[in-house]
């Protein structure tokens, strides 16, 4: 099974139609899933219209998690289409998955976020948040194996996906779990995780 992983596409109508392009052609994806940052500032609203006809007419399982952008109208358009991950274990493919969205600061305030998940519904899930943990630098522009002695965290996810820094992608290690640090979808990148095996492949669209 794979998933299709993006973030921060900040309303671009480029690169969404190069989205929509490609989901349409590959057939072989069984999961979407978005680390935040649909818009800008909670606007445009009809981008998130257009990005909701985008996802349904793909048919593809969707998942996601609200940027630091994406409050306001624009965030309850979404929400009711697609119930965003936060506080929620959803499972897919035998894999459980959760998150938190928006920033440090709007986790206790409109989007509750962190204050509504388990701590142990976290391990072992697959973890999706806008904010990657902090002090992380050491990012491979490819897929990465695990360090070697592992070290496992308590309640550690054994995969965070995230976004909202642009000039920092790739993958790393925080104790065993592996992070996916996603570049910006809107210069065109993206990624394929491999659901089985946990592999994954950065890679960005030409135009």
């Known amino acids: 099974m794979k998933a ?6 900040h309303a671009n109508f ?3 139609d190069n989205i929509d392009k490609y989901l349409s052609t590959h ?3 069984e999961l979407i899933i978005f680390a935040g940052d649909v818009i800008n500032m909670g606007e445009p609203v009809g981008f998130v219209q257009k990005f ?9 399982n969707f998942v996601w998690v609200p940027g630091n952008n994406d409050f306001g109208r624009g965030y309850y358009k979404l929400d009711h289409e697609f119930k965003s991950l936060e506080g929620k274990v959803v499972n897919f493919g035998g894999r459980n998955f959760t998150g938190v969205g928006g920033s440090p600061a709007s986790w206790s305030g409109q989007y509750a976020g962190e ?3 388990d701590r142990k519904s976290i391990a072992d899930s697959i973890f999706v948040s806008h904010v990657p943990p902090p002090g992380l630098h050491n990012y491979q522009k490819n897929d990465c194996q695990s360090p070697i002695p592992k070290k496992k965290f308590s309640d550690s996810p054994i995969v965070h996906i995230c ?3 642009h000039n920092q992608w790739g993958c790393t290690y925080l104790g065993t779990t592996k992070i996916i640090k996603l570049a910006p979808a809107d210069r065109g990148f993206y990624a394929i995780l491999d659901l ?7 890679k960005r669209f030409n135009n």
């Open 14 to 16: 480029r690169q969404l």
């Open 4 to 9: 299709f992983l993006f973030s921060d596409l």
């Open 52 to 60: 909701i006809e985008v996802i349904k007419n793909t048919k593809i």
């Open 196 to 202: 089985d095996t946990l592999a994954v492949e950065f």
């Open 163 to 165: 976004g909202h820094i």
């Open 115 to 117: 204050s509504m998940i």
């Open 27 to 29: 057939k072989e994806l």
